[in-house]
């Protein structure tokens, strides 16, 4: 690849992943939020779909890590969120279970898969050639995961969310699995509701101050 379409490709991941959240922000209408990552990720889909690299063989032993992983990880996030923000521990499933459920429930398809898609799938596919580096792009992946979180407009979601880019970003390039990556992302955003958290994931209380 010449320079000169490396430095393109550059240029195209930056404005795809901190000029879109960024126009995002500036918009803050849930339902262009919502519109357009949906659109970006169907494109994106589209686009890579006969280019990404084969997911690695077999998938078990990744599976049984991302499995022991979080059951090490989702204590120590638990017991955080009691002693930091104890009035929110648990609050979603004490105070609204079935919200809790539909949350549980919809949560995985509608948000994790596009955003997967994403920041994952696409851009491991789309801009390897460009910084020819493993490393770089699971840092790429995380840090424009957790800076899309500045949606939220609080440090808490970018804060959890850089180092959960990280874990997934990890992960995904080891196992090149969009289904195990959407698997744990879903398991730690679950928990996250599960936990208290959510708040800190809501555009409608962050864009109505």
Request: contains cysteine.
């Amino acid at each position: 690849m010449t320079s000169h379409k490396k430095h393109r490709l550059m240029v195209e991941c930056m404005l795809l992943f901190i000029g879109g959240p960024l126009a995002l922000l500036i918009l803050r209408s849930p339902y262009m939020l919502f519109g357009t990552l949906w659109l970006a990720s169907g494109l994106a889909w589209w686009r890579t779909r006969h280019n990404a690299t084969p997911p690695a063989q077999p998938l078990t032993p990744h599976l049984k890590h991302l499995l022991i992983r979080f059951a090490v990880l989702a204590p120590c996030l638990l017991l955080l969120t009691r002693l930091l923000f104890p009035h929110d521990f648990l609050s979603l499933p004490r105070t609204n279970p079935k919200l809790w459920g539909i949350v549980l429930l919809l949560y995985p398809i509608l948000s994790v898969w596009p955003q997967e898609v994403l920041y994952r799938h696409f851009l491991f596919t789309r801009y390897a050639p460009a910084f020819n580096s493993t490393l770089a792009l699971i840092i790429i992946s995380a840090v424009t995961f957790g800076f899309a979180h500045i949606l939220f407009l609080n440090p808490i979601a970018i804060i959890l969310c850089l180092i959960g880019g990280f874990l997934f970003a990890q992960g995904y390039a080891q196992h090149r699995s969009l289904r195990l990556a959407c698997l744990e992302h879903s398991l730690y955003g679950c928990l996250l509701f599960t936990a208290g958290l959510g708040r800190f994931f809501y555009t409608g209380t962050a864009w109505h101050h």
